[in-house]
C-alpha cells in the first residue's frame, strides 16, 4: 500500500499570524506565503517593514516586482541571484551607466543575441557561492588506491550462482 508523503509543518509566522499592514505590503505573496521557510519570511518581513511610508508609486513598484519574483522557478531564482552578483562585483569606479548605455546603444539584433546566448546557459542545479570558499575549509578526499582489493580465486572456487566459496577437493599425496 502507498501512503502519502508526511506534509512539512508551516514555518512561522502563518499568514493569520500577520499583522494587517504586514498582510497588505505582502499582498503579492498570499499565494506563496505558507511555502517559504522562515529565513525567506524574515527577509520578507524586513522589506515590509517600511512600506507604509513608501510613496504610492514605489508601493506598486514593490508589489509588481514581488509579483514577479514569486512567479519564478527556483531555477530562475538562482539565476536572478547569480545575475545580482554579479552586478555587485562590478567596480564602482567603472561607471555601471555607461555600460547600461552601450547596452541600451546596441542594435535590436544585437540585443537579442545576447538574450538567446543568456537563455541557453544553463542555470546551474544549486545556488553557486557568492564568495569563494577559503581552501582551508573544503572537505578533503581521500585519493582512491590504484588497486581495489580484490581476492584471486581458480576457476571452481566459487559457485557462479551463489558467489558462495565451494569446498576445495583434497589433495592426494
Known amino acids: 500500500m502507498r501512503t502519502a508523503p508526511a506534509t512539512r509543518a508551516e514555518s512561522k509566522p502563518t499568514w ?7 498582510q497588505q505590503a505582502l499582498v503579492p505573496l498570499t499565494g506563496t506565503w505558507r511555502v517559504l521557510g522562515e529565513a525567506h ?4 518581513l524586513a522589506l515590509s517593514e517600511n512600506f507604509a511610508t513608501m ?12 509579483t514577479e519574483w514569486a512567479a519564478l522557478s527556483p531555477q530562475q531564482r538562482t539565476l536572478a541571484r547569480l545575475n545580482f552578483a554579479e552586478a555587485q562585483k ?35 542545479p544549486t545556488a553557486a557561492a557568492v564568495k569563494p570558499v577559503p581552501q582551508q575549509k573544503l572537505a578533503k578526499i581521500p585519493k ?11 576457476p571452481g572456487q566459487v559457485d557462479n550462482n551463489t558467489l558462495l566459496p565451494q569446498p576445495l577437493a583434497p589433495i592426494l599425496p
Open 16 to 22: 493569520a499570524e500577520l499583522t494587517p499592514p504586514q
Open 41 to 44: 519570511k524574515r527577509k520578507w
Open 55 to 66: 510613496p504610492p508609486a514605489e508601493q506598486s513598484r514593490l508589489h509588481s516586482r514581488m
Open 90 to 124: 562590478v567596480d564602482p569606479a567603472t561607471d555601471k551607466r555607461a555600460k547600461w548605455e552601450a547596452y541600451q546603444a546596441l542594435p535590436a539584433e544585437e540585443k537579442r543575441k545576447l538574450a538567446a546566448a543568456a537563455a541557453k546557459t544553463p542555470a546551474p
Open 144 to 154: 582512491k588506491k590504484a588497486e581495489s582489493a580484490k581476492i584471486a580465486v581458480l
